[in-house]
């Protein structure tokens, strides 16, 4: 017997389902075109003033306008017809030194759906589908989407919540970021401790080329380099190894794991940085873990799948079987650092 109810109830949030997913892709037209910017700080606006202040037109800014009001992004004052940005919402569109930044998230989230297609034949096969095989905006999306968090955090609570690392990279430390994508961790790591060198490594060549302008464009393309390497293979000898949301992605995180234990100097430190979850699918099943659920579906597990080994932790892959997999490369010396209403940062040593 169904519930007629229960069956209300559920078409109603599949349409703001719908909804949202719909509005994902407006959010990022009006980051592409500059529409948030332009309504930033400008006051209520009709969508004639919009579109001659980003050169775009009028129509098609009229109905964005009222698909971003229905979706509660902006303000609608029906007395006057005109459109206004408040200022919370323009710190999450527009400024991308904001934490609460939600661009990347955007950008990256509706490049990941365009995989669908490949995704839905990697569940058929097995197979998995690379990171590489990915729609660019993803690459550029995901770290737009990090970034805000690592500014943030990074030099300000996580590098202090390690046992006497922040020391050794004010005194003179050798440091590699793997899995650095287009080099936002490592950039802001080498601008704060500038008596330290760092290595980012990735096996993405388009986004280490990528870090090595954004690097010499920060200045600190003195300090820095960056290499094509997975994080099996990556070669050197550190005080200091960096993983930023990466481990969960990897086919063979022991291996992984493994090597980075063999690449830590005397008295070395492991700084691991994962999404938060709990241990148990019960723990996630709210908003966070419904998006990390959702992305590592189309991403991070099909991204390990591809590889050797497919562990396919996946995003929410919780601190005790990161932990099982650090002790199984052999580290002995195992705690959580910190951590964020998003982030855990596990520091670890052989």
């Known amino acids: 017997m169904i519930d007629q109810t229960k069956l209300e109830g559920f078409v109603n949030k599949a349409l703001g389902d719908l909804g949202s997913a719909l509005t994902a892709s407006l959010v990022v037209i009006g980051d592409k075109l500059g ?6 700080g400008a006051g209520p606006l009709t969508s004639a003033e919009l579109a001659r202040r980003t050169g775009t037109q009028e129509r098609s800014v009229r109905e964005w306008l009222a698909a971003q009001a229905a979706a509660g992004y902006i303000e609608y004052d029906q007395k006057t ?3 206004t940005l408040p200022p919370e919402q323009a710190m999450a569109l527009t400024d ?17 759906m365009r995989a669908a297609p490949k995704v839905t034949d990697a569940f058929r096969t097995g197979k998995g589908l690379g990171w590489h095989e990915h729609d660019a905006d993803l690459f550029v999306g995901v770290e737009r989407f990090f970034r805000p968090g690592y500014n943030a955090h990074l030099v300000a609570d ?6 006497g690392v922040q020391a050794k ?7 590699a970021d793997v899995g650095c994508g287009h080099g936002a961790s ?14 980012g490594f990735d096996y993405h060549k388009p986004s280490i080329e990528q870090a090595r302008e954004r690097a010499k464009a920060a200045g600190v393309g003195d300090r820095t380099r960056f290499e094509v390497a997975t994080a099996k293979t990556y070669s050197g000898t550190y005080d200091l190894v960096a993983f930023f949301d990466c481990l969960h992605d990897m086919g063979d995180p022991v291996g992984a794991a493994a090597h980075v234990r063999q690449s830590l100097g005397r008295d070395g430190t492991w700084m691991l940085v994962e999404p938060r979850a709990g ?15 959702s992305v590592s579906t189309l991403v ?13 932790l996946g995003a929410q892959a919780g601190e005790a079987r990161l932990r099982d997999v650090l002790s199984q490369a052999g580290f002995t010396r195992i705690r959580r650092a910190t951590d964020t209403p998003f982030n855990l940062v596990l520091e670890a040593r052989p």
């Open 81 to 83: 017809g005109r459109y």
């Open 300 to 312: 991070c597990t099909q991204a390990s799948l591809a590889q050797e080994v497919g562990a396919a």
């Open 169 to 175: 990279l004010e005194a003179g430390a050798r440091v």
């Open 96 to 112: 991308e030194e904001s934490p609460a930044c939600v661009l990347g998230g955007f950008q990256g989230m509706t490049a990941a």
């Open 158 to 163: 996580w590098i202090p919540a390690l046992d």
């Open 186 to 199: 490592t950039i802001i790591l080498a601008k704060a401790y500038p008596r330290s060198t760092f290595v």
């Open 35 to 40: 529409l948030y910017r332009a309504m930033a």
């Open 279 to 293: 241990d148990h699918v019960h723990e996630n099943l709210n908003p966070l873990g419904r998006l990390f659920y």
